[in-house]
Nanobody, 124 residues
């Protein structure tokens, strides 16, 4: 059974850090690229970061570049998103999704599987 399960969200003050995890089952990280996306209330889904399946190349949106780091542990079938220097505008539901290649933007037609998401709230 294919599953993507996110964890690690929570409430954090501006400037703080969180590490999100995406544990996958039913496939391996060699099979799919894994992207992190987020959606805030009333806003479009936004691509945050992605790690490719082939060589582990990483991609970041301009809004998170130099603050967030994506990584993977193939032995644990887990992809991480380390989020530092969090800002109020980072508040959203974050979810991971599997696709054959890293997506420029989220499209259900290109996503093979996705998780339910984890809430990240940045507030003072």
């Amino acid at each position: 059974q294919v599953q993507l399960v996110e964890s690690g969200g929570g409430l954090v003050q501006p400037g703080g850090s969180l590490r999100l995890s995406c544990v996958v089952s039913g496939f391996t990280l060699d099979d799919y690229a894994i992207g992190w996306f987020r959606q805030a209330p009333g806003k479009e889904r936004e691509k945050v970061s992605c790690i490719s399946r082939v060589d582990g190349s990483t991609y970041y949106s301009d809004s998170v570049k130099d603050r967030f780091t994506i990584s993977r542990d193939n032995a644990k079938n887990t992809v991480y998103l380390q989020m530092n220097r969090l800002k109020l505008e980072d508040t959203a539901v974050y979810f991971c999704a599997a696709s054959r290649v890293c997506l420029v933007y989220y499209d259900d037609r290109d996503v093979a599987f996705r998780g339910q998401g984890t809430q990240v709230t940045v507030s003072s």
